[in-house]
Each structure stands twice: as structure tokens, then as C-alpha cells.
């Protein structure tokens, strides 16, 4: 079973509104991976770090969003404005690493932007 | 570049018969790893199975797949559906260490009495 803690559960924020979640990743897992499951169930990756470093970001995570992992700390994503578009499940998954390896997922962060 | 594609964003059965969810995909790299994921609702999304061996069958569940090299599939069976199988079913691919993976669009099993 999967120790990926996310909060919150719920987010409910207005237009141009920041929208913070957390993820804390499981135990030993150098690799953490932010994905956007929208309305549609469609998976889109948005960001992943290795420790503390940014790996790969899309570009409307760069532009839009404030990510980090820091040292001992839960790892966060930050819209800094928030649009009706963004209202989908976070999905915040880590791994070990290599290709092979499982991504383990938090339940996610259910943002609802009004 | 690389990518994954599940042909059916629906799929509803009754109950007892055979489930195949189709997964293809897309990548330069001769070594992909392929995956699938399920997610229950309410639930986190988890690892069903994964395979990098051309022609073996990998089981799980109940579940198995097989991945084809010469035709980039990785389609998803059982041979019996069940009620509690009903859930999201999402076939990925992976090249890299660290890298991320490619997630298809994801298929909606509903499993009918």
C-alpha cells in the first residue's frame, strides 16, 4: 500500500487565487512526480524532482506553477492564480527511480477553482 | 516523441465475460518498460502490472498482458470479469531512470451483473 500523504484533500479557491498542496513521498523514494488527472481521467504530467532538484517541468507548470522539494520538508505545488481551468485531482507519485520502478501515489488533492 | 494510446475511453461488460483493454504506443528506445495502473475510486491510483520482455506474459490479479515489440502493444485481459473490477485502467511507458513516464489516456472499465 502506498505511504504518499497529500493535503489537502480538498482545495476550494476563487479566480486569481494561489492554491497550495503538499505531498510527502514515501519513505527513501529520491523521485517525486506532480500529475494533473483532469475531468476526463487524462493523466497530465506536470513536474518531477529528483531530491531537490527539478528534472522536467512542462510549460505551463514553469509559467503558472511554484514547485519544490526541499530537504526534510513535504514536497508543494502552487498555482499562483488560479483559473477555472485548473479545477482536477493532484496527483502527487514517487519512486526510486529507475525506469523500472513503481510510482506509488498519494489519494490527491481535489481542487475545485469557483 | 514518445507516447501511449488506449483506443477505448469506455468499456462496459457484464459480469463473467472476458475483459481486453487495448494499449499501443509510441518510442524511438528499443527497451521500453510498459505498465499498467488502476485507480478505484476513491482510491490512489496503483501498480497492476509491467513488463519489459518482449513475448512473456505478465500476471497479477487475475490479469495479464503481454508485451508485443513487433506491434508496440501491451494490451491488458482477464479472462473472467468481475463487479470489483470496475475502475481506471491506464496503460504507461517509461524509458529513463528518473525520466517521466507516459501515461495513456485512460480506459473506464465498467463491470455490469
Known amino acids: 500500500n502506498s505511504k504518499v500523504i497529500q493535503t489537502p484533500r480538498y482545495l476550494v479557491k476563487g479566480q486569481g487565487q494561489k492554491a497550495k498542496m503538499r505531498c510527502i513521498p514515501e519513505?527513501?523514494?529520491?523521485?517525486v512526480f506532480w500529475y494533473q488527472q483532469n475531468k476526463n481521467n487524462e493523466f497530465k504530467f506536470l513536474i518531477n524532482?529528483?531530491?531537490?532538484?527539478?528534472?522536467?517541468q512542462i510549460d505551463m507548470t514553469e509559467k503558472r506553477f511554484s514547485a519544490e522539494c526541499p530537504s526534510n520538508s513535504p514536497c508543494s505545488l502552487e498555482i499562483q492564480s488560479s483559473e477555472a481551468g485548473d479545477s482536477a485531482l493532484y496527483l502527487c507519485?514517487?519512486?526510486?527511480?529507475?525506469?523500472?520502478?513503481?510510482?506509488?501515489f498519494g489519494p490527491g488533492t481535489r481542487l475545485t477553482v469557483l | 516523441g514518445d507516447s501511449v494510446t488506449q483506443t477505448e475511453g469506455l468499456v462496459t461488460l457484464t459480469e463473467g465475460l472476458p475483459v481486453m483493454l487495448n494499449c499501443t504506443y509510441q518510442t524511438i528506445y528499443s527497451n521500453p518498460f510498459l505498465f499498467w495502473y488502476v485507480h478505484y475510486l476513491n482510491e490512489s491510483p496503483r501498480l497492476l502490472l509491467k513488463s519489459s520482455t518482449d513475448n512473456k506474459r505478465t500476471e497479477h490479479q487475475g490479469f495479464h498482458a503481454t508485451l508485443h515489440k513487433s506491434s508496440s502493444s501491451f494490451h491488458l485481459q482477464k479472462s473472467s470479469a468481475q463487479l470489483s473490477d470496475s475502475a481506471l485502467y491506464y496503460c504507461?511507458?517509461?524509458?529513463?531512470?528518473?525520466?517521466?513516464?507516459?501515461f495513456g489516456d485512460g480506459t473506464q472499465l465498467v463491470v455490469k451483473p
Open positions: 524532482f529528483q531530491n531537490q532538484e527539478v528534472l522536467q
Open positions: 507519485a514517487s519512486s526510486l527511480g529507475d525506469r523500472a520502478a513503481e510510482q506509488f
Open positions: 519513505k527513501g523514494h529520491p523521485v
Open positions: 504507461a511507458l517509461s524509458r529513463n531512470n528518473n525520466n517521466r513516464i507516459f
